[in-house]
């Protein structure tokens, strides 16, 4: 086998020691795992921000409030998380203002708020849900490939150790074989990182969309309670 074989990349992961293998594949599957959670993660937010527009277009078209909660109402599986919150908190508002005539205006408002805080909360969560994943692969992914070189390093020093002399042809396939395993490393990280910064960022203009659209529904019941 000569030199340009030993340095091709299929080459050098077929000849790479037990150790580096198993990094690489440990590697290689970390790498699938982010792609996946990738995609599935901006096809969701860019359906989060698809409804959001939509169900605010409703809302500030000057449309009946118990008619855009009976649309909601009628197709759960269908509304997107703003219309889930805008129902949380009618819901909640209708509940209190019906039953307890006496309860205090400001009462059923902080109620109807309360309500719309929980389901906001768990709708970030569910659009943050697999990001500290992506995290973890940018960060650690290159110390993981690291090891996989320092590994392979050192296991071709040993071999080097039983020969009389060291040429470059002995040394280089060596050396580069362990080198992969930094390469597949930067491969899995770079792309994770950098969706993860873009997907936090989106998140939290989505949550600052949701929080405004919170106070302002507030300010309409508390009107209407008057």
């Known amino acids: 086998m000569n030199l340009t074989q030993d340095l091709s990349i299929i080459e050098l992961v077929v000849n790479a020691s037990l150790v580096v293998k198993l990094i690489m594949a440990l590697l290689a599957t970390v790498s699938f795992m982010s792609w996946y959670w990738i995609f599935r993660k901006w096809f969701a937010l860019r359906d989060a921000r698809v409804r959001t527009d939509k169900f605010e277009r409703d809302f500030w078209s000057g449309g009946d409030l118990n008619s855009l909660y009976q649309s909601a109402a009628n197709d759960r599986h269908g509304s997107g998380a703003l219309e889930r919150i805008f129902a949380a908190g009618y819901r909640e508002f209708s509940k209190l203002r019906g039953s307890q005539k006496t309860l205090d205006p400001s009462a059923v408002v902080d109620g109807a708020r309360r309500a ?21 692969v ?37 050396i580069a074989e362990a080198l992969v395993a930094t390469a597949i490393g930067l491969f899995a990280a770079i792309p994770a990182t950098v969706a993860y910064n873009r997907f936090a960022h989106d998140v939290d203009r989505v949550a600052v969309r949701f929080e405004s ?14």
């Open 116 to 136: 719309m805080r929980a389901t906001y909360q768990r709708e970030i969560d569910e659009l943050d849900a697999h990001l500290a994943f992506l995290a973890s």
């Open 138 to 174: 940018g960060s650690v992914s290159p110390y993981v490939g690291l090891l996989g070189t320092v590994w392979g390093i050192m296991h071709s020093f040993r071999g080097l150790a039983s020969m009389s002399s060291a040429t470059l042809a002995a040394v280089a396939p060596g």
């Open 213 to 226: 659209f919170m106070e302002e529904f507030s300010n309409i019941l508390q009107r209407q309670m008057r």
